[in-house]
């Protein structure tokens, strides 16, 4: 039973799409990240949501817009995708901001 | 805003040596987080420490926090090959909920 998972896991996709990455946790914790991973391995936040609330929006281009239906999932959306937007984007949670954040596996992500 | 210092940026060792990573902080550490990539996978955590003068241990791999907390070092003893991967340090920043984090170190295991 996998903790923090999200699909598609790789994603291979053209200049100008739009596409969706989901994230599911099933560790019944409160707040929710998005993540992403540039191509030399640097890790930075992106958005944090706290009971479906945002709390954290780093300066992302808003292309990128986060929904959170429920406590249990954050999906990440990315308009008009651009060749830099290729990465490994990850989702987190933890019991509450400030504790432990557990990661999903990633999303590779490659815009042609 | 803070910033994470990994060293060395990668490494390369004989299974059975044992091995240390280092993370230096530009501000005091209010929790530090070690964590694991390996390709194709996600983040694995590792472990967590908070108070200066901490060291945690996980079988092979311990970690410590300096007095001064803003220093870590992440420590592997008698390497194999299954520790090969990206090590990560991670920080709360400035006590918040954000983790800022180090370019990591990769760790190559050879056999």
């Known amino acids: 039973d996998t903790a923090v998972s999200q699909t598609p896991k790789y994603l291979v996709t053209q200049m100008g799409n739009d596409k969706s990455i989901k994230c599911e946790q099933n560790?019944?914790?409160?707040?929710m990240y998005w993540y992403k991973q540039d191509s030399k391995k640097f890790l930075k936040i992106m958005f944090s949501?706290?009971?479906?609330?945002?709390?954290i929006n780093e300066t992302v281009p808003n292309r990128f817009s986060p929904k959170s239906p429920d406590k249990a999932h954050l999906n990440l959306h990315i308009n008009s995708l651009e060749l830099g937007d290729s990465a490994v984007y990850f989702c987190?949670?933890?019991?509450?901001?400030?504790?432990?954040?557990?990661f999903g596996e990633g999303s590779w992500l490659t815009v042609v | 805003s803070q910033e994470l210092e990994q060293s060395p940026q990668s490494l390369i060792v004989q299974e059975g040596k044992n091995l240390t990573i280092n993370c230096t902080s530009s501000?005091?550490?209010?929790?530090l987080y070690w964590y694991k990539q390996k390709y194709g996978e996600g983040l694995i955590f590792l472990m967590m420490?908070?108070?200066?003068?901490e060291e945690k241990s996980h079988e092979k791999i311990t970690a410590k926090l300096d007095e001064k907390k803003q220093q870590s070092s992440l420590h592997i003893t008698a390497s194999q090959p299954s520790h090969a991967g990206i090590y990560l340090c991670?920080?709360?920043?400035?006590?918040?909920?954000?983790?800022?984090f180090g370019k990591g170190t990769k760790l190559t295991v050879n056999p």
């Open positions: 949501y706290n009971n479906k609330e945002l709390i």
């Open positions: 501000k005091t550490l209010y929790g």
């Open positions: 420490l908070q108070k200066g003068g």
């Open positions: 987190a949670s933890s019991q509450i901001p400030g504790n432990t954040i557990y």
């Open positions: 560790l019944g914790h409160d707040t």
């Open positions: 991670g920080a709360a920043q400035g006590g918040s909920e954000k983790l800022v």
